[in-house]
């Protein structure tokens, strides 16, 4: 019933930009906030960008800050991340998790456990590649 559902990754050459989507059903996402991680392979999950309509705030990963905006449509019950200037170091598996508190840099660290989330979503492939 409570479901995420990425959508939007795809293969893309360096330098090209990509839209990710983040579809809730089941809970509006009006008191949730949403976040964007990604994990490459052998590597550990990191976070990306958050986003949070209830507390008005977004953050975002030094690593993607200038290139990537996280977005929300409310009536649509969906979270956007517009991903530009992408660079092969961005080739991920992408999901998007939601939490019920608050937006902040913490719940983006490096190894965040997964609890820390109510749900997450089955990922969508990025791959950055000439």
């Known amino acids: 019933q409570v479901q995420l559902v990425e959508s939007g990754g795809g293969l893309v050459q360096p330098g090209g930009s990509l839209r990710l989507s983040c579809a809730a059903s089941?809970?509006?996402?009006?008191?949730?906030?949403i976040g964007w991680f990604r994990q490459a392979p052998g590597k550990e999950r990191e976070g990306v960008s958050c986003i949070s309509s209830s507390e008005g705030s977004t953050n975002y990963a030094d690593s993607v800050k200038g290139r990537f905006t996280i977005s929300g449509d409310n009536a649509k019950n969906t979270v956007y991340l517009q991903m530009n200037s992408l660079k092969p170091e961005d080739t991920a598996v992408y999901y998007c998790a939601a939490r019920d508190g608050v937006c902040s840099s913490w719940y983006l660290r490096k190894g965040v456990p997964l609890y820390e989330y109510d749900y997450w979503g089955q990922g969508t492939q990025v791959t950055v590649s000439s």
């Open positions: 089941g809970f509006t996402l009006d008191y949730y906030a």
